[in-house]
């Protein structure tokens, strides 16, 4: 008996033939991927039905043997949803799991599905249909989200709050318009996703390990059965590509980056400082020690998480920076980023679109805000130039009234016609008109502003491209 016969019963049932040696007990557990990857079962199951049809149709298979793996695998998806299925470390995979099973419940036919593939290719497919399914749900979620934000931004299309520059009281702004600003957002991030789902849709099903195969597979039929767009056109670049998965983190990334942004206005807002909108108890937590404290910790999670899902860029980036062609193992550390970021998302735009039908705004304290902040001194200058003066000059005009009004304590619409013509003869009382937020907001009547007609409209616009 030779030493490889010997120990052949303890090495690897799927590749153990040349190995004389079993698997160290710590490797076969660093090596193992079983423990994250079993979630792609139902995509490896889908893409090896779809496989041992095409086999069938190319001959490498018979009726029976096709019919016999697809009910072998039926049942091992079965078993899988009810957790019924006993995973195995030392079959390190999701791959190798189910085809192990497969073999067990169908006997040699079990071992003919491996024809013509690789688990290079098989895995390169699987986060691929795993990853398309994904995009869809998280589309959803943002679709979701984005009908939130136009019932809130309808519901305060007339809602006047102070826009900010540097944080500094600017202008006033429709809180129907600020709410849309984040409606655009999202608009861009959808495409972006959707667009990252088209390169995504190429199968890479056939490269096998890295060369193809040498049987007459069709590879067209499989891409059909699986509802891809296209097929890898370069096996060495088929198994081992994952820019479309890094394009899906980069899109998660700036969803997140958006998100962030609107959570930390929310978090602003919700201060006792701001005081500009209340969230629901539902979505607070209270502080074990503080009493009075009602903390927005949702929009806080959700801002701590957009830092979750950069990381996961970066190590994506950085698994496949200067990985040689074709399969490295490394790549199967493309999984947990992957998968992570995925369920992150998920879970922040859920959230989000269940929240923010739930915020309220305290509209009279928007308002009292956007009084102190001289917020319609553009407004003035604009008025000066409709009388004829240059914007530059205007603009050292209304200076000087705004410092007026600092030291006498009064907004621009609390001075005196007297007052004002101090500053510049030509104010009239037609200057109290636009100095008013309702004046100042209603003036910026263009597309694009806003204005509540324009803010109206856009709202109306953007509910009918919302599919
Ligand atoms: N578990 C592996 C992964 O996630 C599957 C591919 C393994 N291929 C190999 N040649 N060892 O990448």
Same mark, same amino acid.
């Given at each position: ?5 010997? %120990?052949?019963?303890?090495? %690897? ?19 193992? $991927? ?47 949803? $009810? ?7 030392? =079959? ?9 099973? =497969?073999?067990?419940? @169908? ?27 994904? /995009?869809?749900? /998280? ?7 984005? +009908? ?18 540097? !944080? ?20 861009? &991030? ?63 990334? *700036? @969803? ?49 998480? +957009? ?9 994506? =980036? ?26 992150? /998302? ?8 269940? *929240? ?7 509209? &009279? ?12 001194? +553009?407004? !003035? ?58 004046? $100042? ?5 263009? /597309? ?20």
């Amino acid at each position: 008996m030779t030493n490889s016969t010997q %120990n052949s019963s303890q090495t %690897n049932q799927s590749w153990g033939g040349r190995f004389s040696e079993p698997t160290d007990e710590f490797v076969k557990i660093f090596g193992a $991927s079983v423990f994250f990857d079993k979630i792609l079962a139902p995509y490896d199951i889908q893409g090896s039905k779809a496989h041992a049809i095409m086999l069938q149709e190319v001959g490498l298979l018979t009726k029976v043997e096709k019919d016999q793996i697809i009910e072998g695998l039926d049942q091992i998806l079965a078993e899988i949803k $009810s957790n019924t299925f006993e995973w195995s470390v030392t =079959l390190e995979d999701v791959h190798m799991n189910i085809e192990s099973r =497969l073999t067990q419940l @169908i006997g040699n036919a079990g071992k003919k599905l491996h024809t013509g593939r690789s688990r290079n290719d098989q895995v390169a497919t699987d986060i691929r249909l795993y990853l398309r399914a994904q /995009l869809d749900d /998280l589309l959803t979620e943002i679709n979701r989200l984005q +009908t939130a934000l136009l019932d809130l931004a309808e519901q305060e299309v007339s809602t006047i709050l102070p826009g900010f520059t540097h !944080l500094q009281a600017a202008q006033p702004v429709s809180f129907g318009h600020h709410m849309m600003a984040y409606f655009e957002m999202l608009t861009r &991030d959808a495409e972006r996703l959707v667009d990252c789902r088209k390169r995504m849709n190429s199968m890479p099903l056939g490269s096998a390990a890295l060369a193809g195969t040498t049987y007459p597979i069709n590879r067209k039929r499989t891409a059909e059965l699986l509802g891809f767009e296209r097929i890898c056109l370069n096996s060495l670049d088929g198994v081992s590509d994952r820019d479309f998965a890094i394009e899906f983190l980069s899109a998660s990334s *700036m @969803i997140m980056m958006h998100l962030s942004r609107f959570s930390e206005e929310l978090i602003l807002w919700s201060s006792a400082q701001f005081n500009f909108i209340e969230l629901p108890d539902s979505f607070c937590t209270g502080s074990s020690i503080m009493p009075q404290k009602k903390n927005p910790d949702v929009p806080e999670l959700v801002r701590g998480k +957009t830092g979750r899902v950069y990381g996961n860029l970066t190590s994506m =980036l950085t698994i496949m920076k200067s990985q040689p062609l074709a399969y490295n193992k490394d790549n199967q550390e493309d999984k947990e980023p992957l998968f992570d970021t995925v369920d992150t /998302l998920k879970a922040c735009l859920r959230v989000f679109a269940d *929240m923010v039908p739930t915020i309220q705004a305290n509209r &009279d304290i928007m308002y009292n805000s956007c009084k102190k902040g001289y917020t319609t001194a +553009t407004d !003035l200058a604009d008025y000066l130039v409709n009388k004829g003066l240059a914007f530059r000059d205007a603009h050292e005009v209304v200076g000087k009234s705004v410092s007026y009004g600092i030291e006498h304590q009064k907004d621009l619409s609390e001075l005196t016609l007297e007052e004002l013509k101090v500053f510049d003869e030509r104010i009239d009382n037609d200057v109290f008109d636009i100095l008013s937020l309702e004046g $100042s907001l209603c003036a910026r009547d263009h /597309l694009g502003a806003t204005s509540p007609s324009q803010v109206k409209s856009a709202i109306k616009e953007a509910r009918k491209n919302l599919s």
